[in-house]
């Protein structure tokens, strides 16, 4: 295909070029892919809020599926009929179990009222 003319072989040529531009491209589509999914968690406080202090024992989706979870018995809030009242003050206080062991750890000295309020949503959304 190369060889049989002067057309051809400058397509061929600019083929050639984007050949080797190819890495390079992929690389930049996977960074616009990449930088949009933290974009995208930035945006909405309360997610992110939930990503950093939640997940590690609710999990990315809520379901407590971890065996550190179930170990600990998190609830799975996919599950959960706990009101926006209800949330707000687990959040705040935690949970404590009969013996007096912490269970969920209270976050008023590390979140503020309003960040607290933004988790609600975010907790409700794993229901369906
Ligand atoms: C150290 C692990 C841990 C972390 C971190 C944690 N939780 Fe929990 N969470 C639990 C456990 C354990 C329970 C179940 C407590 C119980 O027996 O009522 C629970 C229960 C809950 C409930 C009550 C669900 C229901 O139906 O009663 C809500 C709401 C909740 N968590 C929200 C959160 C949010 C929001 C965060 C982050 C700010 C968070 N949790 C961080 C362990 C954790």
């Known amino acids: 295909m190369c060889h049989t003319g002067k057309n051809v072989s400058s397509v061929c040529g600019g083929w050639r070029l984007s050949r080797r531009l190819q890495p390079l491209l992929l690389a930049a589509i996977g960074c616009v892919l990449f930088s949009g999914v933290p974009a995208t968690i930035r945006a909405a406080g309360g997610e992110k809020l939930f990503a950093k202090n939640c997940t590690i024992c609710h999990g ?58 933004s988790l609600i949503p975010v907790v409700k959304a794993f229901r369906k």
């Open 60 to 117: 990315n989706d809520g379901k407590a599926q971890s065996n550190y979870a179930k170990k600990i018995g998190v609830k799975d809030l996919a599950a959960s009929k706990a009101t926006d009242g209800e949330i707000e003050k687990q959040v705040a206080e935690g949970k404590t179990d009969a013996e007096g062991k912490v269970k969920m750890p209270p976050f008023k000295d590390r979140l503020t009222a309003e960040e607290i309020k």
